[in-house]
């Protein structure tokens, strides 16, 4: 088989929609809002319009807060999912395991106040307040492809700052060798941590990881936002993780606690099945899943069903100029 | 007197099975243009297209011990369009699969068949439902004679194949392929008689 590492100028498929671009058409959309708006409201139960528009948040969504940001240069060659998408498609399966389960169960979530602990192998562990810390911390908007396990694929503008930075700040010590990372525990506001069922038959609190040198790279970010506001907590309100390089799961949501430790730590993946899911979950179009090649992905963009369209998967989801060193003594395929 | 409304409530029976295998049909040609299937609508489509075709199945099987219970041999008129639609409705899963998730990429579709199991599944079933619905044009029936019911006969293979394409199909949670399954088998052994018969068939000499 033929194996093409493209340079970083080719990765794009398909063309940019510039910032300004959905911004105006954004605006547009609000400007009809309340004539228009409202019966796209009444319509669409989901409110979800798949040719090509944006979505008003519906009545019942948890509020969301504009940020502060500098926002990213359009990146050459990519078309943004609309924002409706990326907030009605989820995993997240303590709020059930349908992709619009998230956006139904989650809106009560408490988001505020929230604390993140940073401890482990570190000299100055703490807890930050989150929600200072976003408006404290300089915020960038990061345009990332992201490439979900199960094949399909988004372009999302993530709103964050970079975790090597961050944790900067606690004064790793030369025993951290990986970062173990914890999302809320709460079966109160979580119905899939109540019931197996509901949940997936994951063992929670869901728990993932990184190498120390994946979590330090630039890449790397935890995101705060998407689309200029607050996250809302269907995609990991208030603060979550974002690796572009690797399959959608690794980005784990609403974290707790971040740990730095000597040993790989365990994730909630790979604990429920072994064999389908690895530590290191890198994008490769090589490497099948059991059930499905991972050669394509189907993207989800504007349009509706009849513009769906199937891609090539790129090494390392485009980012393997960045970041393939970081494996370069690594069977990839024993360490999936 | 009885023949003839027996007749009649065939008839409507009839109607109501084009009906009820068109309409929600026509309910996915809606939720397409309003958007209702979600973010990722191709796999939402092609699921409902292949629950349908399992359901269609399972009815289809329900007619003959059916007809013969309740003494109501016009019963049996339901069998060829409930098997033309399970065709039609295998081939829109089938075609929606080919062209919107795969997007005819037939270097990737021949890939995909030989080495995911359940897929060869699927389309073996669906090999055998375009055999059956091409021979239920009347004048092959004739001419096949004693064969055709033996073809025909592959209908019990094919529900099976379809739920087993749907068990190996699923992500996790095994309850619901399990239940499909149940009623597939439960169904079978209530004709059972007709299944052994049909595969002693193949043994004897023409």
């Known amino acids: ?336 | 007197m009885a023949a003839i409304s027996k007749n009649a409530v065939a008839g409507l029976l009839q109607i109501g099975v084009h009906i009820g295998a068109l309409l929600p049909l026509l309910w996915l040609f809606y939720a397409i243009n309003a958007g209702r299937l979600g973010g990722d609508p191709v796999v939402e489509l092609i699921h409902y297209l292949g629950m349908g075709t399992i359901r269609l199945l399972l009815l289809t099987l329900l007619v003959s011990p059916l007809a013969k219970s309740l003494r109501f041999g016009q019963l049996n008129r339901l069998r060829r369009p409930l098997g033309l639609w399970c065709f039609v409705w295998a081939s829109l899963h089938f075609s929606a699969w080919l062209a919107l998730d795969l997007g005819l990429d037939w270097s990737l579709i021949g890939e995909e068949l030989v080495k995911r199991t359940y897929i060869l599944l699927g389309f073996t079933c669906w090999l055998i439902l375009l055999a059956l619905a091409i021979t239920s044009i009347p004048a092959l029936l004739r001419k096949m004679g004693k064969n055709w019911k033996k073809l025909h006969g592959l209908l019990y293979v094919a529900v099976l194949l379809a739920c087993w394409h749907f068990w190996w199909s699923v992500k996790s949670g095994w309850i619901e392929p399990a239940i499909y399954l149940v009623v597939a088998l439960l169904l079978l052994l209530w004709r059972k008689n007709s299944v052994i018969r049909w595969m002693k068939s193949f043994g004897r000499s023409h």
């Open chain 1, 1 to 336: 088989m033929l194996i093409k590492t493209p340079a970083r100028s080719t990765l794009g498929e398909t063309q940019t929609t510039p910032e300004a671009a959905y911004v105006s058409r954004r605006s547009v959309i609000r400007g009809l809002g309340a004539g228009l708006g409202g019966l796209l409201l009444s319509g669409g139960a989901s409110g979800l319009d798949l040719f090509g528009g944006d979505k008003k948040e519906a009545a019942g969504d948890a509020p969301r807060k504009s940020l502060n940001f500098s926002p990213q240069q359009p990146a050459p060659d990519l078309i943004l999912t609309p924002e409706a998408k990326v907030t009605n498609h989820n995993n997240f399966y303590e709020f059930g395991t349908g992709k619009t389960d998230p956006a139904q169960n989650s809106q009560g979530l408490k988001t505020e106040p929230w604390t993140l602990t940073v401890e482990g192998e570190v000299e100055k562990p703490g807890t930050v307040d989150v929600w200072k810390l976003m408006h404290d911390i300089g915020l960038e908007e990061r345009i990332y492809r992201m490439r979900c396990v199960e094949a399909w694929s988004m372009v999302i503008p993530w709103v964050g700052f970079e975790l090597g930075k961050f944790l900067a700040r606690f004064q790793p010590t030369s025993r951290a060798k990986f970062v173990a990372f914890q999302t809320l525990y709460d079966p109160e506001q979580m119905p899939g941590q109540r019931n197996r069922y509901i949940g997936g038959g994951v063992d929670y609190p869901y728990v993932e990881g990184l190498r120390m040198d994946e979590a330090m790279h630039p890449l790397t970010i935890l995101s705060v936002g998407l689309y200029g506001k607050t996250l809302p907590p269907q995609n990991g309100a208030p603060i979550r993780l974002v690796v572009p390089w690797k399959y959608g799961f690794k980005g784990i949501k609403s974290i707790v606690k971040i740990k730095l430790v000597e040993k790989m730590p365990p994730t909630s993946w790979n604990k429920l099945a072994p064999n389908e899911y690895g530590f290191y979950a890198n994008v490769n179009p090589n490497v099948d899943h059991p059930r499905w090649s991972q050669a394509s992905e189907r993207f989800i963009g504007p349009g509706g069903v009849f513009a769906v369209k199937r891609q090539p998967t790129l090494p390392f989801n485009g980012y393997g100029e960045e970041v393939a060193s970081l494996y370069k003594n690594m069977d990839l395929r024993k360490f999936y």
